[in-house]
């Protein structure tokens, strides 16, 4: 284990809906010490626990000031006597960090969808939160989307990925409701369509539900971040994406671990 300069450790914790995502910083240089992913198959409590548990026995010895967001995190942050951090302060922090140049974030997670505009501020000089749209009750442009998408096909998300790149063309789907999507595939898929062609169908569904439907007019411009797990998993989504935005986004390294990250960051008190 590296020489660390602090017993007390910064421990983001992200609570999202299908994954938990823990991050550790040596608060000496905000270097990352320790990272885990795990899905918490609707117990969010005992895969924190067990996430915690595992940190405190990679770093012996030593203390965390823990911070916790995402959509489960409140409740467990309460719990703990832990600090609660928004999940957009979060990611702001992430992005001021190691990103001050990017003017946009799109991150999917399994259940909700946002897009997060920054600015540069002159007078403070920082970087800023200046809007930020994010989906409501319907699951469509999600991670869940994909999954029935993929499901009604009879196949996995990374298969529907590895289909899409094949795609001839990219016929039209509905996005705002995986109802909806499921009355144009299935009819797609009955009349013969290449199921590459419906692949890139629904991964376009979700590109054009996150650009109509959260941007809401708003140009994306500048530089562009891909965060959250189907961002991640599927570069054929990426591609869709810079497809109809006409840019090349970039998909960080820790872009599963972002809002933790910055979770970490943000708790400073």
Do not use: W
Request: charged content about 20%.
């Amino acid at each position: 284990m590296a020489h660390i300069n602090s017993d007390i450790l910064r421990l983001g914790v992200d609570v999202g809906s299908t994954t938990v995502k823990a991050v550790a910083l040596d608060p000496a240089d905000n270097s990352v010490l320790f990272t885990r992913y795990q899905r918490h198959n609707a117990h969010q409590a005992d895969t924190v626990r067990q996430l915690l548990e595992e940190a405190a026995g990679h770093f012996p010895g030593m203390r965390f000031r823990i911070g916790v967001c995402g959509s489960g995190g409140r409740p467990i942050a309460a719990a703990l006597g832990a600090c609660y951090v928004q999940e957009v302060v979060a990611n702001a922090a992430a992005v001021r960090a190691l990103y001050p140049e990017v003017r946009t974030a799109v991150e999917l997670g399994g259940q909700d969808a946002k897009v997060i505009f920054f600015r540069y501020d002159e007078a403070s000089g920082k970087l800023q939160t200046s809007d930020m749209r994010m989906n409501g009750s319907c699951a469509g442009g999600t991670g869940a989307f994909i999954d029935q998408m993929a499901s009604l096909m009879q196949i996995t998300p990374l298969e529907l990925n590895d289909l899409a790149a094949k795609a001839q063309t990219i016929p039209p789907i509905a996005s705002r409701c995986g109802v909806f999507a499921k009355s144009d595939i299935q009819p797609l898929l009955n009349q013969g369509a290449r199921r590459e062609d419906v692949a890139a169908g629904i991964l376009r569904a979700v590109v054009n539900q996150t650009v109509a439907g959260l941007a809401q007019g708003r140009e994306i411009t500048g530089k562009l971040l891909y965060l959250g797990g189907p961002l991640t998993f599927l570069p054929e989504l990426r591609r869709s994406f810079d497809e109809v935005l006409n840019t090349t986004g970039l998909c960080p390294e820790n872009s599963l671990y972002f809002v933790a990250y910055g979770c970490a960051l943000a708790n400073v008190g």
